[in-house]
């Protein structure tokens, strides 16, 4: 029988940290992902740019690890605020394959655990193989693992090991795009005069290529610059209001002519959240062809494959990490994350999201981490209430996660020599 000391469930932002960091720390590691290539929410999803959180963020040599490679495949750059999270995500693909295999992480693509078998200290597992052509992969013997870590972001392997779970409660979820063939820099000069507040509207210069971002919502208690152009397209029937409820822009690093799209963003009532989220994709196209000067020739280059999900189901653990632990800075023996990211509730009613900052730095504790002795969670699904998962989602923080609990469960391992 095959053993390993881990198996991750999930190749996604926290997965790839955890895999990647316990096998650099001398940990055997599999990963088990359902697509055919890692990075989750950044890749399938076309979550960019990661949120910029504390600079005393710790559990970080992950994403420095990824920034670098990124960077030197001209997929990731540093815009204005310090934010290094800007990558492209196709490029992120290539470059979690080369860390994760220069790390010698064992990797099963398009497979899925099957069977859980709980052990004294250790669990058995199966796996399949959906894509019969990846003969390597299809039939597998039951593997042995001391740790079992569920990163799949909506905790399926909890729910098959039918753990306990915090109430559920949810947020609207989006269907990303990007555009291409772009004329940024003309697009970047009228958006910056057009829209004067630079917490809404900026522009940066990075090696002679223009970076900007910008965004709407159509709450009507904030002053939007960019509100007659939206109520304009909404009058001659270009898009819908439903279509207008949140827009926001970036442009994509090592793509000059390109920019992702944060939305749009669906309301609860729609049936089918692809087919709903692509026809609105198409519309927003149009409008952005329509109202923005550079969008002339602009065409959709890319549609996410995947929701952009910003909670789903909720482990409990063994501590429950709340709002008020977060809002007064609690302290914690072995934090796993330090963030000063704001709570981030949206809401597809208008003027019913909610952009909370925190004054104070906050730190998630790694038993927040913890299911069992031998079962953790990291990722979009930790022990935590609403407003505080709603904080800790972004990227940063996920990364943290994974390294942080990948260090722990190593230094248990050398400490058992």
């Known amino acids: 029988m095959n053993k390993y000391d881990i198996i991750v469930a999930g190749g996604g932002t926290a997965g790839c940290a955890c895999a990647y960091t316990a096998a650099k720390l001398g940990l055997k590691v599999l990963l088990v992902e359902k697509n055919s290539f890692l990075g989750g929410s950044i890749t399938s999803a076309l979550v960019i740019p990661a949120m910029k959180t504390s600079q005393n963020a710790i559990n970080t040599e992950f994403f420095d690890a990824l920034y670098n490679k990124l960077a030197e495949m001209g997929g990731a750059i540093t815009y204005l605020d310090g934010n290094k999270g800007w990558f492209n995500p196709e490029l ?19 497979s899925n655990i099957k069977t859980i078998e709980k052990q004294l200290s250790s669990y058995t597992v199966t796996i399949e193989c959906d894509n019969s052509a990846l003969l390597n992969n299809v039939l597998l013997l039951p593997i042995e693992t001391k740790y079992l870590i569920d990163a799949t972001g909506d905790a399926k392997i909890c729910k098959k090991l039918n753990c306990k779970f915090l109430e559920e409660k949810f947020q609207p979820i989006n269907l990303r795009f990007i555009m291409s063939g772009i004329n940024v820099n003309k697009f970047s000069k009228w958006i910056m005069e057009f829209d004067k507040d630079r917490e809404v509207t900026t522009g940066y210069d990075v090696d002679g290529k223009t970076y900007l971002s910008t965004a709407y919502t159509w709450d009507e208690g904030a002053k939007w610059a960019l509100r007659p152009v939206f109520k304009q397209a909404i009058t001659d029937r270009v898009i819908t209001e439903a279509d207008s409820n949140y827009f926001q822009i970036f442009s994509v690093a090592g793509t000059p002519d390109s920019i992702a799209f944060n939305c749009p963003r669906l309301v609860e009532s729609a049936q089918n959240p692809y087919i709903e989220g692509r026809a609105s ?8 062809k329509k109202y923005f000067p550079g969008f002339e020739n602009a065409y959709i280059s890319n549609i996410a494959s995947s929701l952009g999900v910003r909670v789903s189901n909720r482990v409990k ?26 709570i981030d509730v949206h809401s597809d009613k208008k003027d019913s999201s909610t952009l909370e900052k925190v004054y104070q730095e906050y730190q998630l504790p790694l ?8 079962l953790f969670v990291i990722g979009r699904c930790i022990s935590a209430d609403f407003e505080a998962q709603a904080a800790l989602r972004i ?12 260090r722990h469960l190593a230094q248990i391992k050398h400490q058992n020599y």
Do not use: H
């Not at 990490?321 to 796993?336: E, M, Q």
């Not at 038993?367 to 031998?374: A, D, G, K, P, T």
């Open 92 to 110: 992120t693909k290539i470059a979690l394959d080369t860390l994760l295999f220069e790390a010698d992480v064992d990797i099963k693509f398009e």
């Open 281 to 288: 994709i198409l519309r927003l196209s149009n409008f952005c």
């Open 317 to 342: 653990g063994k501590y429950v990490y709340t709002a008020d632990d977060l809002r007064s800075g609690k302290k914690f023996k072995n934090p796993v994350v330090i963030s000063n990211y704001p």
């Open 367 to 374: 038993e927040s981490l913890i299911v069992n002795e031998n």
């Open 395 to 406: 990227i940063p923080s996920c990364f943290s996660m994974g390294e942080g609990l990948a």
